[in-house]
Nanobody, 128 residues
Framework: QFQLVESGGGLVQPGGSLRLSCVASGFDLDEYGVGWFRQAPGKEREGVYCISDGDGVVTDYVDSVKGRFTVARDRTRQTVSLQMDKLKPEDTGVYYC????????????????????WGQGTQVTVSS
């Protein structure tokens, strides 16, 4: 079966760093764009960062993480990572990775309706 699993969340102080990983099984993650999303209690899930499939170079991100977050692929391990630096309390939430609805595309979107396979989420808490 197709599956995505996130890991790497935890509790960090403001200004700290975390690296989240999204690991695929049952399919080739290189063929799909991947998005990272987060959701705080009582709020809608928002797009944070996306990357197109392995043949593309397109990325996009929400303005609030500019200069602080980056995304990268490890094709041999079927993994997409989200590196989060200079974390702020407002970054707190459950972080999800997701697979774009169609393969072999250079598109990248932060719209959650465009993603059809989701991981279970990993909690990120930024607090002093």
């Amino acid at each position: 079966q197709f599956q995505l699993v996130e890991s790497g969340g935890g509790l960090v102080q403001p200004g700290g760093s975390l690296r989240l990983s999204c690991v695929a099984s049952g399919f080739d993650l290189d063929e799909y764009g991947v998005g990272w999303f987060r959701q705080a209690p009582g709020k809608e899930r928002e797009g944070v960062y996306c990357i197109s499939d392995g043949d593309g170079v397109v990325t996009d991100y929400v303005d609030s993480v500019k200069g602080r977050f980056t995304v990268a692929r490890d094709r041999t391990r079927q993994t997409v990572s989200l590196q989060m630096d200079k974390l702020k309390p407002e970054d707190t939430g459950v972080y999800y990775c997701a697979r774009l609805w169609h393969p072999l595309s250079d598109t990248c979107t932060l719209t959650r309706e465009s993603y059809t396979l989701w991981g279970q989420g990993t909690q990120v808490t930024v607090s002093s």
